[in-house]
């Protein structure tokens, strides 16, 4: 991955270890309004219609249900209510009091909002008591229980198409197909997935072999047609939701390769990392164990979780990865003369089977993935005491046909989710659970590729003029599951590589996009303009492609493409491309980082790779022009669309292991409890931290108004909700959010603090939408776009003298679903968070390191006033960049 070399940086970057200050925020939450009430001039015919479609649908219920075997019968039954038009239903009043809330459809422009709601048979009558009370007046007057009833338009009997959760109709029910059968257990006294199974037996339908536990939901599979899977809904395995499944079977990658004598004298350079060193746990189509380039790192630590497999490599895209994330730039390493010294070594799980033959009972990506990083784990007798770094260059569409996901979480998302928030993995015969309350100290840090263009052609890149513009197809070409999920890195693709072959067959040709830019395979996020998240975290080397003299054709060569192991004993190199290579160089570089700094937990390597990457001047250029080349966006759409495209740019291993003088990071491990429970039962937000920081304050006055940078980036892990009931309060996807805010330069310390719990209490529901603050405006981002996800970096930019006087940063806690569901279990519990801190200075004579490792009591071995970094490749000039 080449790029400008800058001045030498030796220092390493500074753990601080001091405590922060733990603070009570000094206010709560008001409380909001809730959604507005339709105004019912008849509200005795409205509760007329609304019981009387409840009673139908009982009586229907009933009636199916006398037709089921007595050991399948349920206690209740599901009805859809369907909201008026424009209008919100309030989810939480369906959710309580005997009714169960089993999912939810937002509002769209096919149709009104409307939820899907488990009613038992006995609570019937006490739910109809509620209905009819809307047609009394409370003491002011007002209609009784309107929040749950003014908004409702319509009850039925929920139907099959009800449960559906994707954005595709419902595939045709005279079928056969698998379903992916989502079950809450609240609303059955027995086990949905022994009744399931125990009924698919009679019915002679495939079932999974294992269901998946994640969060609050219960997931198996079954294979059946449409119109037979509608007995569910009358038997006491009735799914909360139905959603398509994504299985393990058919991802595979196909390589161009050809053999270089290079690899044998490698081989003899290779000084191999300790057996206890971190290492890259690779999960793919295997390895090739023997590989000469490979073996000294593997340690004998390649495992399976195919039943009747081996961990052997028969397809390559494991190999590939696992030589990419061994060396990081791998052409650096052959061309290299000196030893080879690896300061990580590798592991492999083969979750890809090796043939195309359908199984008969296939395994989910989700399953398979939690049972390769339990296998992992238990097959070298637990976490690796100085890290593992979890690589899965495997993505797929959302479903048949689809451009990427919507930004939702599916069951794989969700549960790499749960294993990167340290959920414990317990594999049983016939389910894999993960539930629990996730554990700090056992986060995992898994890296995903955020997918790829597979078989574009010119055509897909035209724009109405007929120029060829690859960038708009990575815009209009969405991230793959399961790149969506919120702890995990996820990784995009750039490209340095623009060589042409000086052979005749090639002349003419060109590389595609230049370097510095977008590669021409990666996916981004430009088109998730409502996502939860925000996608890819970084971009590394992916290739390009060349194009012919008359734009008709594209070439994978081997120069616009990424060396790397082979297979093939016979072959040895091969040459790979797309996400997939830009994953495993993002794995090599986060065992760097588990190496240099050996306390970090995995929260940290993560921010430290976002924090120590740079946009290139292509990547900020292309985000400020239009298609019409005029450069009128705002900078806040411009950001937008530079870190939907390429997050945060470019990391490092130099960046990543050392500061400047003039480019100085702090790391700051740390944990706070976000929740507590009043006397009164009422939750309410515990903690936040205040971290005093070590500025350099005669430094930074003696720069005066000269601009200075301050990059600011937070990490945590959040314990995933993937049932689709809705995405506020109690049914937002993530247990709880963490925000930071620095000081301003004139505020108080009280006026601080006093803005920091109203922030809290405005972003009550952690969607991302705090109340403007007076120097937002100094953040290149800003508040209200970089709070997406559970990753949230940002740039502050002001004179050295406003920098002086800020000198405090916080960490906050805002809303979730462990706060809004009450959680006894969560209430209490603390989470661990890294906050990376830099300075950075245009003047290359200024050492902003020292002062600060002084105060940290750190000793300088290497004058720091000669290590300083320039501000080459960094677009700087655009006022904005880092």
């Not at 339908?205 to 059946?224: D, F, K, N, P, Q």
């Not at 979780?305 to 730039?329: E, I, K, N, W």
Request: hydrophobic share 40%; net charge negative.
């Amino acid at each position: 991955m080449p790029e400008p070399t800058p001045p030498a940086r030796a220092t390493p970057h500074l753990v601080v270890p001091w405590r922060a200050t733990t603070l009570t925020p000094r206010s709560e939450p008001a409380g909001g309004g809730g959604p507005s009430l339709v105004r019912r001039e008849d509200r005795h015919g409205h509760v007329a219609a609304l019981v009387g479609g409840l009673e139908t649908a009982e009586r229907e219920s009933a009636q199916l249900a006398q037709e089921i075997p007595a050991a399948f019968q349920p206690d209740g039954f599901a009805v859809r209510i369907e909201a008026a038009p424009d209008h919100l239903l309030v989810l939480e009043r369906l959710d309580g009091s005997g009714l169960t809330l089993m999912s939810s459809h937002p509002q769209t422009d096919d149709g009104p909002q409307d939820a899907v709601v488990w009613i038992p048979f006995h609570k019937v009558a006490s739910f109809t008591q509620r209905i009819n009370a809307f047609t009394e007046d409370t003491d002011a007057g007002n209609p009784k229980q309107a929040p749950l009833v003014a908004n409702m338009e319509q009850i039925r009997r929920a139907l099959l198409e009800h449960l559906w959760q994707e954005r595709q109709g419902l595939p045709p029910l005279d079928e056969e197909r698998w379903w992916e059968l989502w079950f809450d257990p609240r609303i059955s006294p027995t086990d949905p997935v022994t009744a399931l199974k125990a009924l698919a037996a009679e019915r002679q339908w495939r079932i999974s072999e294992r269901a998946i536990h994640v969060g609050e939901r219960l997931v198996a599979h079954v294979a059946t047609t449409g119109e037979e899977l509608t007995v569910l809904l009358a038997t006491n395995a009735c799914p909360a939701e139905i959603r398509r499944p994504t299985f393990a079977e058919g991802l595979y990658a196909v390589d161009r390769a050809f053999r270089v004598d290079l690899v044998e004298e490698l081989a003899e350079r290779i000084q191999p990392a300790d057996p206890q060193a971190p290492a890259v746990c690779i999960l793919d189509t295997g390895i090739a164990q023997e590989h000469a380039l490979l073996k000294p790192a593997l340690h004998e630590r390649a495992y399976t979780v195919l039943p009747g497999s081996t961990p052997a490599d028969r397809t390559g895209h494991g190999t590939q990865m696992a030589g990419l994330a061994l060396f990081g730039d791998f052409a650096a390493a052959l061309e290299s003369n000196g030893p080879v010294v690896l300061g990580h070594g590798l592991e492999s799980v083969k979750i890809l089977d090796d043939n195309h033959t359908p199984a008969t009972s296939p395994r989910t990506c989700a399953e398979t993935t939690a049972n390769a990083v339990a296998t992992a784990e238990i097959g070298n007798g637990g976490p690796i005491p100085s890290g593992r770094v979890f690589s899965m260059a495997v993505t797929r569409q959302s479903g048949h046909g689809e451009n990427g996901v919507d930004g939702t979480a599916t069951l794989w998302s969700a549960t790499l989710d749960a294993l990167a928030a340290g959920t414990d993995v317990n594999v049983r015969d016939d389910r894999i659970e993960l539930i629990g309350a996730p554990e700090p100290d056992a986060s995992r840090l898994i890296i995903v590729s955020a997918g790829n263009i597979r078989g574009a052609v010119p055509q897909q890149m035209r724009t109405e003029e007929g120029a060829l513009d690859p960038l708009l197809l990575s815009d209009l070409s969405r991230i793959e599951e399961p790149a969506q999920a919120h702890n995990v890195l996820t990784v995009g693709a750039c490209t340095h590589l623009d060589a042409v072959p000086n052979i005749p067959v090639f002349r003419g040709y060109r590389p595609l996009v230049a370097p510095g830019s977008l590669s021409p395979f990666s996916r981004t996020s430009v088109a998730l303009t409502n996502a939860a998240v925000t996608k890819p975290d970084i971009v590394l080397e992916g290739g390009n492609l060349l194009v012919a003299p008359d734009d008709s054709y594209l070439d994978e060569h081997e120069l616009v493409s990424v060396a790397t192991t082979h297979h093939d004993p016979a072959r040895q190199l091969a040459w790979t491309n797309a996400t997939s290579a830009a994953t495993a160089q993002a794995a090599a570089l986060a065992a760097t980082a588990m190496s240099a700094y050996p306390g970090l937990r995995p929260e940290a390597v993560r921010a430290l790779l976002v924090h120590e990457a740079q946009w290139t001047p292509a990547m900020v250029e292309q985000g400020l022009f239009k298609r019409t080349g005029t450069p009128k966006l705002a900078k806040g759409e411009i950001m937008r669309q530079v870190i939907r495209r390429y997050g945060w740019g470019v990391p490092t291993a130099e960046r990543i292991r050392s500061s400047a003088a003039n480019a100085v990071t702090m790391i700051v491990q740390d944990a706070l409890v976000p929740l507590k429970r009043l006397k009164g039962g009422q939750v309410r937000l515990a903690e936040l931290k205040l971290h005093e920081l070590p500025w350099p304050l005669e430094q930074l006055r003696e720069l005066a108004d000269t601009p200075v940078d301050l990059r600011v980036t937070l990490a945590y892990m959040i314990e995933p909700n993937p049932g689709r009931r809705g995405m506020l309060g109690r049914y937002s996807y993530a247990s709880h959010g963490l925000r930071f805010a620095i000081k301003g330069p004139t505020e108080s310390s009280d006026a601080f603090q006093r803005r920091l719990a109203e922030h809290a209490e405005h972003e009550s529901d952690g969607l991302g939408n705090p109340k403007a603050f007076e120097s937002d405006i100094r953040w290149l981002v800003g508040p209200r776009f970089r709070n997406l996800g559970s990753l949230h970096a940002d740039i502050w930019r002001g004179t050295a003298t406003e920098l002086a006087d800020c000198g405090a940063l916080a960490v906050y806690p805002v809303g979730g679903w462990w706060k809004a569901n009450k959680r006894s279990d969560r209430i209490g519990l603390p989470v661990s968070y890294a906050l990376l801190i830099s300075l950075r200075t245009p003047e290359v004579t200024t050492d902003l390191y020292t002062p600060i490792a002084t105060q940290l009591g750190v000793p300088i071995e290497v004058a720091p006033a000669i290590q300083t970094e320039t501000t080459d490749g960094i677009p700087i000039q655009m006022e904005f960049g880092w």
